[in-house]
């Protein structure tokens, strides 16, 4: 039901404007009046009208004051200014503070009437297309919950294949095929080398006109293509035209970088995991050769790499400043699963030549060390904790240490790192979080509040946002939100006389249709027999 106010100093015109027009007629709730706009600041921000009607010249606060007022503080509210001044000035200056109609007194009959019916219909339709677009943000999120949760339970292959099936065909996605590839990427933006985020909605387009082509969003750690076909060949020839439409359009924007890492091509289900780990390892190779590649893990050999590569000399891939950043990205950004082909690059680049040379060996393993020890400080965190599991640096470094040993030392201490990095992180967003609820709960009843919203004040991306919140609290940020709105409305429904409508208001719904509607979906049954139900159950005590 919209909701209208009314300021007007003269009580005839006001009393006959409340009278004459049959409010509950116009499914339009009256819910209040001033005299003046000083009287009727304080009531608008308590009923927040959706139409305010203010006669434009009062004591105290005229109606160009209390509007300015109201857009300020309440913008979405919709002002119809009455005049008895047919002055171009104070007509300017309404529409420059954004007021919808200017009415000239006195009115024609039913000028005002009609006027208002206008404008109410305004109100409807743009209260719908909120609406769909609230709906496309639930289905939106849902969906990509559900995607985050067939991508785990595909590559860790932890689910019986019905199941699997099961999850894929409630996405709308088929994946009985006789061959599978996984491909992953990332687009970066910038010196900064952050996510570009607003490539998602495009790569997703893209693959929905590919058949058996589906997209994940990984987060931070970019995106993920999950890669269907019945021919080997054609899948191989789909993957290259789709990278090759991926580079062009990212070679059409200047200051963007991309890296894709193709696995292997498997032939069934269980394999998808497989194939993950192999793009995984190919998408590791990012930190020693840089951006701007394709890499298909098992086909392109690393020396083919360095062919065109910019080699790391004698002085190694840890030993200069260009190469301990290659580190340092890596300590940063990189995961666990991907430390391991990491480290055995970076000691392939030095070359089998440099590595014999037993002084060159140690002074690479201390000079690694001693960045991860920075990095490690970096975070607050003693370094001696790591030696606990790996060992001393000092007692390794007094034996004749192989280069099968150094690599593996290095692996070992750089995989405790990124596990400590992650929990570090992890703590992060626990307090991210813990704010992040907080402000829902505080802000839930505020028809404004969005995925968007709540994002911004964690200050990350909504999709990433959407995606900690989901895999960290167990459902979608907007089913929390309406898990609230619910809880709190039968609440009210059961300790209150509030109408229905009234109960919309109040948990953040401007639309009682959509309430009523998303109610029964969520509880089962109208807020009617909800608050019947209740009454029910008392008079049984």
Request: some cysteine.
């Amino acid at each position: 039901m919209i909701k209208l106010f009314l300021a007007e100093d003269e009580i005839v015109m006001r009393d006959g404007i409340k009278k004459q027009i049959d409010w509950k007629k116009e499914d339009i709730e009256f819910v209040g009046e001033a005299s003046d706009g000083e009287l009727a600041w304080p009531m608008i921000l308590e009923t927040k009208p959706d139409i305010l009607l203010t006669d434009i010249k009062m004591p105290f606060m005229d109606g160009l004051e209390l509007s300015e007022l109201v857009k300020k503080e309440l913008p979405e509210t919709y002002i119809i200014i009455l005049s008895g001044y047919d002055e171009f000035s104070y007509a300017q200056r309404a529409v420059s503070l954004g007021v919808t109609e200017y009415l000239l007194k006195p009115l024609p009959p039913g000028k005002l009437l009609e006027c208002i019916r206008k404008v109410k219909q305004k109100i409807e339709e743009s209260r719908s297309t909120a609406e769909q677009d609230w709906r496309d943000e639930i289905r939106r999120e849902q969906s990509d919950y559900q995607k985050q949760m067939l991508l785990r339970a595909l590559v860790l292959g932890d689910r019986p294949l019905p199941n699997l099936l099961e999850m894929a065909e409630e996405l709308h996605m088929n994946i009985t095929a006789r061959y599978y590839q996984m491909l992953l990427l990332t687009v970066r933006e910038g010196e900064t080398g952050r996510l570009k985020f607003s490539f998602r909605e495009e790569l997703a387009q893209l693959l929905d006109s590919m058949e058996g082509w589906y997209f994940f969003d990984r987060g931070e750690d970019g995106f993920a293509v999950l890669a269907t076909g019945n021919d080997e060949q054609e899948l191989q020839a789909q993957g290259r035209s789709l990278t090759g439409r991926l580079i062009a359009r990212i070679q059409a924007e200047e200051n963007l970088s991309y890296f894709i890492g193709e696995g292997e091509i498997v032939n069934r289900i269980s394999d998808i995991g497989r194939s993950f780990y192999e793009a995984n390892r190919a998408f590791s190779y990012r930190f020693i050769y840089g951006m701007n590649r394709v890499v298909l893990s098992g086909e392109l050999s690393l020396d083919h790499l360095r062919q065109d590569t910019p080699g790391l000399d004698v002085e190694g891939a840890v030993t200069n400043e260009n190469s301990r950043e290659v580190l340092d990205e890596f300590m940063h950004t990189g995961t666990y699963e991907e430390t391991e082909p990491f480290v055995r690059e970076v000691f392939n680049s030095i070359g089998e030549k440099n590595l014999k040379s037993r002084i060159f060996l140690n002074y690479l393993v201390m000079d690694m060390y001693f960045s991860m020890v920075r990095f490690l400080k970096g975070m607050d965190h003693p370094a001696d904790e790591i030696d606990q599991t790996c060992g001393n640096i000092n007692t390794f470094m007094k034996g004749h240490v192989t280069v099968d040993q150094a690599r593996e030392y290095l692996t070992s201490y750089l995989k405790e790192l990124i596990q400590i990095r992650d929990s570090h992180t992890e703590k992060r967003y626990s307090r991210m979080l813990r704010e992040a609820v907080r402000y829902i709960d505080e802000n839930y009843d505020k028809e404004e509040i969005s995925l968007n919203r709540v994002a911004e004040t964690a200050s990350i991306s909504p999709n990433h946002f959407s995606s900690i919140f989901s895999q960290e609290m167990g459902t979608t940020f907007i089913e929390y939100l309406i898990q609230k709105r619910m809880e709190r409305a039968k609440h009210l429904l059961r300790t209150t006389a509030l109408r229905s409508s009234e109960i919309a208001y109040q948990v953040g719904y401007r639309d009682p249709h959509y309430f009523s509607f998303m109610f029964k979906k969520t509880q089962g049954m109208t807020p009617s027999e909800y608050r019947q139900g209740c009454g029910s159950e008392k008079e049984k005590r």
